[in-house]
């Protein structure tokens, strides 16, 4: 038996269960506070497990259609010396496919015609969830899609996990600019990524103590190795993010309460993006919680609200708890101890 589910955000979390709430019958409408998709964003990588599950969400063709596999790509020094290999080959070795990347958008965009073509599903913009009670005693199940800053989260678990900034800004962004240069580059407190997103484009990120304007983070990478400076020189700042890196912190016990409301994604375990992570987990929560919802029903939502519990938390907290000492390595200051380590590893 199915029942009515309510879903706060729109993001890929949101969307993404709403997919598979909706194809195991439940009735699903989504509240999001912004007033249309918020079209923006760079890449996200999507690693195989989190391909397997839009698979089962019925739209892993759509994604590969728009996105591209990861395959090579080098750590290196401020002067462009490889010093280690990141570790794609062995991923597509093991899972038997590539990391793929697809930009924020598109993967938004298939989401939503998914979620179209299953028909049924009501989607408000412009309506920011305020009262968590009110939608909990008037739907089923209540997710908690809605990202760091969670409204569900505050009203549900209390406001002992809270985002937890780490001193550090990123700044991402898509140059017209095609580079095959693709990888990380690390130097002292402070690290530049760049990798394919679409053919003529390169999608990048880099992360530094503090820049306020477009001139400070050129400041930061000025004598790094090409195509790191034409990338700041020649692309438009107006097209750049900034933000705070942050953190859930400390993480949660449960993701899910009183057999009525679970988080999924940001609002559960917000992580720093230095595993490329922040997508896929989302992605794998949607999948695991409405696999485990269609499994036991309406009937039995407090097992099914458990099993997924029991299944993503320690995953995705793991995840979070890597993604942030990665972050301290990476943007360490002893660069010729962490360098010495990188070097030890594969070239
Ligand atoms: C506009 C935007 C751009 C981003 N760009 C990038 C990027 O380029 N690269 C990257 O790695 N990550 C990016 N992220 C973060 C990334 O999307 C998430 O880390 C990850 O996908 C997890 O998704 P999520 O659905 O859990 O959370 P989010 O993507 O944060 O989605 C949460 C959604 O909930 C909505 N919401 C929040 N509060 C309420 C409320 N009270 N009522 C109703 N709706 C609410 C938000 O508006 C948002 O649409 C971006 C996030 C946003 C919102």
């Known amino acids: 038996m199915a029942g ?6 729109a993001g890929v979390g949101g969307l993404a269960t709403a997919i598979g709430l909706r194809r195991a019958g439940w009735q699903v409408s ?19 497990t989190a391909q397997a599950a839009l698979d089962r969400l019925g739209v892993g063709e759509k994604f590969l259609a728009r996105a591209v596999p990861y395959r090579t790509a ?25 990391e793929m990347l697809i930009s924020r958008p598109y993967l938004l965009d298939i989401l939503l015609a998914e979620l179209d073509a299953l028909g049924d599903v009501t989607v408000t913009f412009g309506r920011q969830v305020t009262d968590v009670e009110a939608l909990a005693a008037e739907h089923d199940l209540v997710v908690g899609a809605d990202g760091i800053r969670s409204v569900v989260r505050a009203a549900r678990f209390g406001a002992g996990s809270a985002p937890r900034g780490i001193g550090t800004v990123a700044w991402i962004g898509i140059a017209d600019i095609e580079t095959h240069v693709h990888g990380e580059t690390w130097g002292e407190g402070r690290f530049f990524g760049m990798t394919p997103v679409e053919p003529g484009r390169t999608n990048w990120y880099a992360a530094v103590p503090e820049a306020a304007t477009a001139d400070e ?27 705070e890196m942050r953190h859930l912190y400390p993480a949660l016990p449960t993701f899910v309460d009183q057999e009525k409301v679970a ?11 230095n595993l490329g992570q922040g997508a896929c987990t989302a992605i794998l929560d949607a999948e695991a919680l409405t696999r485990a919802i269609a499994a036991y029903g ?3 939502l407090g097992s099914a609200l458990r099993a997924y519990d029991a299944e993503r938390r320690r995953s995705a907290q793991r995840v979070a708890f890597g993604s942030r ?19 030890l590893l594969p070239a």
């Open 74 to 98: 080098r750590i290196r020094t401020p002067e462009g010396k490889a010093l280690a290999a990141l570790p794609l080959e062995r991923i597509e070795r093991k899972a038997g496919r590539p």
């Open 217 to 243: 983070l050129r400041g930061y990478f000025t004598g790094w190795h090409e195509p790191i400076p034409r990338i700041l020189a020649e692309t438009d700042p107006s097209t750049w993010i900034r933000y």
């Open 30 to 48: 989504i509240l999001e506070r912004r007033t249309e998709v918020e079209r923006y964003g760079t890449a996200f990588g999507i690693h195989p």
């Open 263 to 273: 988080l999924v994604g940001d609002a559960a375990h917000a992580m720093t993006p």
């Open 325 to 343: 000492n990665l972050h301290r390595f990476m943007a360490t200051r002893r660069t010729w101890l962490r360098d010495s380590l990188l070097r």
């Open 298 to 300: 309406v009937t039995r």
């Open 4 to 9: 009515s589910a309510l879903v706060v955000g």
